[in-house]
């Protein structure tokens, strides 16, 4: 049986959200994207097509929501800025990341952008939440990092500080 908890899974573009939504989708977990909760809500703006991305304004869905329950996980990396149970911060190395980003097509501009996130672990200055842990999807096979989420999760959030530093590599 699955706890009922609701999980954001946030990361930069590239470090493995949606794939890991799709194994917590096959271990049984409902997954939504933010994407899909904003539009449900009518909070999903254009296209912007200068950022090329739609805007989602991420207060008045959180606000809209109140507090999310689960079993979710929520995918997006806009999530960890929802009432949820728990935060997941998926991490990538910046010159794996970038390789990922290239391979996507993005834009010099917008690679750019995420490993400069990416390197300074910005998602960690966004959270006020205690339940959060990183989880490294550099070179580490996505059903081995759902599993040690998973765990995570049946531990009851076991306390995980940040320890990822780009910085020092």
Same mark, same amino acid.
């Given at each position: 049986?699955?706890?009922?908890?609701?999980? *954001?899974?946030?990361?930069?573009?590239?470090?493995?959200?949606?794939? #890991? *939504?799709?194994?917590?989708?096959?271990?049984?977990?409902?997954? #939504?994207?933010?994407?899909?909760? *904003?539009?449900?809500?009518?909070?999903?703006?254009?296209? @912007?097509?200068? $950022?090329?991305?739609?805007?989602? @304004? #991420?207060? /008045?869905?959180? /606000?809209?929501?109140?507090? #999310?329950?689960?079993?979710?996980?929520?995918?997006?990396?806009?999530?960890?800025?929802?009432?949820? @149970? *728990?935060?997941?911060?998926?991490?990538?190395?910046?010159?794996?990341?970038? $390789?990922?980003?290239?391979?996507?097509?993005?834009?010099?501009?917008?690679? $750019?952008?995420?490993? !400069?996130? !990416?390197?300074?672990?910005?998602?960690?200055?966004?959270?006020?939440? !205690?339940?959060?842990? $990183?989880?490294?999807? /550099?070179?580490?096979?996505?059903?081995?990092?759902?599993?040690?989420? !998973?765990?995570?999760?049946?531990?009851?959030?076991?306390?995980?500080?940040?320890?990822?530093?780009?910085?020092?590599?």
């Amino acid at each position: 049986m699955l706890p009922s908890t609701s999980v *954001a899974i946030t990361g930069a573009p590239g470090t493995g959200k949606t794939s #890991i *939504a799709e194994l917590a989708k096959l271990s049984g977990w409902d997954v #939504i994207s933010v994407e899909t909760l *904003a539009k449900k809500h009518g909070l999903l703006g254009p296209l @912007d097509l200068e $950022e090329q991305a739609k805007e989602i @304004d #991420i207060e /008045t869905l959180s /606000t809209t929501l109140g507090s #999310i329950k689960g079993p979710l996980i929520i995918d997006g990396h806009l999530s960890h800025h929802l009432e949820v @149970d *728990a935060i997941v911060i998926l991490r990538c190395n910046p010159s794996v990341l970038r $390789e990922r980003l290239q391979q996507r097509s993005y834009p010099e501009w917008k690679i $750019e952008s995420n490993l !400069e996130w !990416e390197l300074i672990g910005s998602s960690w200055s966004d959270i006020e939440q !205690e339940n959060v842990a $990183e989880f490294e999807t /550099t070179s580490t096979e996505v059903n081995v990092v759902w599993s040690a989420i !998973e765990d995570w999760i049946k531990e009851g959030y076991a306390s995980r500080k940040p320890f990822i530093d780009w910085m020092d590599d």
